[in-house]
């Protein structure tokens, strides 16, 4: 009985020897905070979070670029054409209303064409002596001459406005081609069609001129017709006959 208490106690000790140091040895744990826990699901939604914010900025950026884009084509679009026809399209038109201006004896007047006619185109006065028949052919010849002249003089401003006008139609076809924005485009076509409407201007100028120089001339055989039926008329008519006078040739010389 003696020897199995004394095992007993010397395994009872020596257990208790094997488990002091670890009793009596500190702790050593790590603080609750410091502990690193990763969760995949949550790294995997903070990753969707991150490219759907990089997307929203990527289409705003793009939203920013294509407004300033915008902004730029209706600068470009507002901007004024740095070049203007008007002017020289105007001294053309006003050197053409010069010409007919300065239409000789008949203007381009209702009422100064009606007095004309009235006065030397109508019909002969049965009274008029013949001077005065001669005088009457004679204004209307005048103005026959002189239209015919005005119309020659309208012709050669028309034609000494071709060759401005082909240098103005170059410049605003390359305007128009070389436009930056709409307005640019709009106004070169504008100034084009100014420039076609001189061009037709300058037709009618033409047209009325020669129409006039036609008018008088024809004008002219009329009267003429109706004159030489009152001179033949006159000559017809029974009258005094030939009354002989005394007529000296040669003057008497001492």
Not at 132 to 137: G, H, K, S, V
Not at 226 to 240: D, K, Y
């Amino acid at each position: 009985m003696m020897i199995r208490h004394s095992r007993a106690r010397i395994v009872l000790m020596a257990a208790t020897m094997l488990a002091s140091p670890i009793a009596l040895s500190p702790v050593l744990t790590r603080p609750a905070h410091a502990i690193i826990v990763f969760d995949p699901s949550n790294h995997a939604q903070n990753m969707l979070t991150a490219a759907r914010s990089l997307e929203q900025i990527t289409h705003q950026i793009a939203s920013l670029q294509n407004e300033a884009q915008m902004l730029i084509n209706q600068a470009r679009n507002l901007a004024s054409l740095p070049y203007s026809a008007l002017q020289q399209i105007q001294q053309n038109v006003q050197r053409t209303q010069q010409l007919l201006n300065q239409a000789q004896n008949i203007a381009f007047n209702v009422q100064q064409i009606d007095q004309a006619f009235r006065d030397q185109y109508g019909s002969v006065s049965m009274s008029a002596t013949d001077q005065q028949l001669i005088t009457d052919a004679r204004s209307r010849w005048q103005n026959t001459v002189g239209g015919l002249q005005d119309a020659m003089r309208v012709q050669a401003g028309v034609v000494g406005n071709i060759d401005t006008n082909r240098t103005q139609m170059s410049t605003l076809l390359t305007q128009s081609q070389g436009a930056t924005g709409a307005l640019q485009a709009a106004q070169a076509g504008n100034q084009i069609l100014a420039l076609q409407s001189q061009q037709l201007s300058d037709l009618v100028a033409v047209i009325s001129a020669n129409g006039r120089a036609s008018a008088l001339t024809g004008a002219e055989r009329a009267a003429a017709a109706e004159q030489g039926r009152e001179q033949r008329r006159r000559f017809l008519t029974p009258g005094s006959g030939y009354t002989p006078g005394n007529a000296q040739m040669f003057s008497s010389g001492n």
